[in-house]
């Protein structure tokens, strides 16, 4: 039926005659004896369902189904297949068609799209042929993105999402082969860009806040909330004052299964914060945060329309304090770092929302307290630990500025056991009744 010949520099080939008498050859190229005794068998296969008029073998005909365009050309080259048609795609109309309105991705996720596919477009030409790029040519463009002045972390993020639009085009079967597959993408040095902000460099923030920015520090610093999606979702019917509890909106997760909210406990440190929020908040105000930032955020472009960053960065400054890489980012870092020094992986990465091992590489960081602690000889026990960053985190905190001109909130902390990790906070009010929410 089909026989296997190999020439002297080991390229083997598929040989058959056909009903008429014409030998065909299939041309393999370089392969182990294996895969040619393989291809042999489906061939063999090919011709007797052809000779009798029954239906293939299940195993040739799905392999069949799988093989790329490349083998199956070579099969309808010499009469086994009919030709398949080709889906060809030119760059700019695959990147505006399947990327750039896919209705199921975020109008903010699109617009930090817009970037990769303008460099694609760029370097590569809007009337490029999917199948025409190559590994070679995936490659220069990587060398050409390097020259773009890109930080490091821009430019892994921009080949890893220009590897995943060629994904989606080989998904869609205008190519075989991702040519970006090949490209190692390269690691970002994630702690260049870390900042371990310290209560001292906290506190110096919050005395130079006005209360919305008081808020919105704490939620970031204590309560570890990302910046702006779920600061600015919070609202007061997700506080539990009694059980102490917070339920966290999540927009950043709420497409992943059970990940749209999570609930953190009322960390010490951020209980004042959040009660001066609510005895300053204005009549039916429902978001812990208000000032209209939310209904900014609710544009097409999303959370970018906040101009939180331009305005945290003035208050930093005025402060007294340098400017540090992903201000909003760090603050959050910090936060895990300090939990993950009391806390078990597990139980912060369920209060940050995020899993375990991106809470070790992208926030937790070494601090200068981690050295001072080391040089020492001795390592703080957990009890300890907690019994300092207890004694620290409300040092100076007895009692909290333009709460109410009449009446100001006062923090006490009463005895704790060392099992506990929290201490008990008590909320006095002058001139009002502490049970009156």
């Known amino acids: 039926m089909a026989s296997i010949t190999t020439d002297r520099e080991g390229r083997r080939r598929i040989q058959f005659f056909t009903g008429d008498g014409t030998r065909k ?7 182990t004896i294996k895969d040619a005794q393989g291809i042999q068998r489906h061939v063999e296969e090919i011709l007797s369902s052809g000779a009798s008029g029954q239906p293939m ?65 760029e370097y590569f030409g809007a009337d490029k042929q999917l199948r025409k790029v190559t590994v070679g040519q995936c490659d220069q463009f990587k060398a050409w993105l390097n020259t773009q002045g890109l930080a490091a972390a821009t430019l892994a993020k921009r080949l890893a999402f220009a590897r995943t639009f060629f994904h989606t085009a080989r998904k869609h079967k205008f190519i075989d082969e991702n040519p970006f597959a090949e490209i190692k993408i390269p690691h970002a040095n994630v702690s260049a860009r870390q900042r371990f902000i310290d209560r001292e460099t906290t506190q110096k923030l919050l005395d130079h806040a006005n209360p919305t920015w008081r808020t919105i520090i ?6 570890g909330l990302r910046c702006p999606s779920e600061v600015l979702s919070l609202e007061w019917r997700h506080i539990d004052w009694e059980a102490k509890r917070i339920t966290v909106i999540s927009p950043k997760t709420e497409r992943y299964d ?24 204005e009549p039916g105000q429902t978001h812990v945060v208000g000032a209209g930032y939310l209904l900014r955020a609710q544009r097409p472009t999303g959370w970018k329309s906040c101009n939180l960053r331009t305005g945290f960065g003035k208050l930093i400054k005025r402060a007294g304090l340098e400017l540090w890489p992903r201000m909003f980012h760090n603050l959050r870092s910090s936060r895990v770092t300090e939990l993950l020094e009391t806390h078990p992986p597990y139980v912060v990465s369920d209060w940050m929302g995020h899993d375990a091992k991106v809470a070790l590489k992208h926030y937790a960081q070494i601090t200068n307290e981690h050295f001072e602690r080391a040089t020492k000889g001795s390592i703080d026990t957990r009890e300890q630990y907690v019994q ?14 333009r709460v109410n001109s009449e009446m100001p909130i006062k923090i006490e902390v009463c005895e704790t056991s060392l099992e506990e990790t929290e201490p008990c906070i008590i909320v006095k009010r002058r001139e009002r009744d502490s049970n009156s929410r």
């Open 388 to 401: 300092k960053t207890t004694q620290h985190s409300t040092e100076g905190y007895g009692e909290v500025r």
């Open 218 to 223: 704490a939620l970031c610093r204590f309560g």
């Open 258 to 281: 059970g990940k749209g909210s999570r609930v953190i406990p009322m960390y010490p440190e951020l209980h004042q914060y959040l009660q001066e929020a609510y005895e300053l908040a």
């Open 57 to 121: 073998a299940m195993d040739t005909a799905n392999w069949l189904a799988r093989i790329d365009q490349k083998w199956h050309a070579k099969l309808a080259g010499v009469g086994l297949v009919e030709p398949k048609e080709v889906r060809t795609m030119q760059l700019g109309d695959f990147l505006k068609e399947f990327i750039l309105s896919r209705p199921d991705v975020k109008p903010a996720t699109l617009e930090v799209w817009q970037q990769p596919c303008r460099n694609l477009i």
């Open 25 to 31: 050859t299939i041309y393999l190229g370089k392969v």
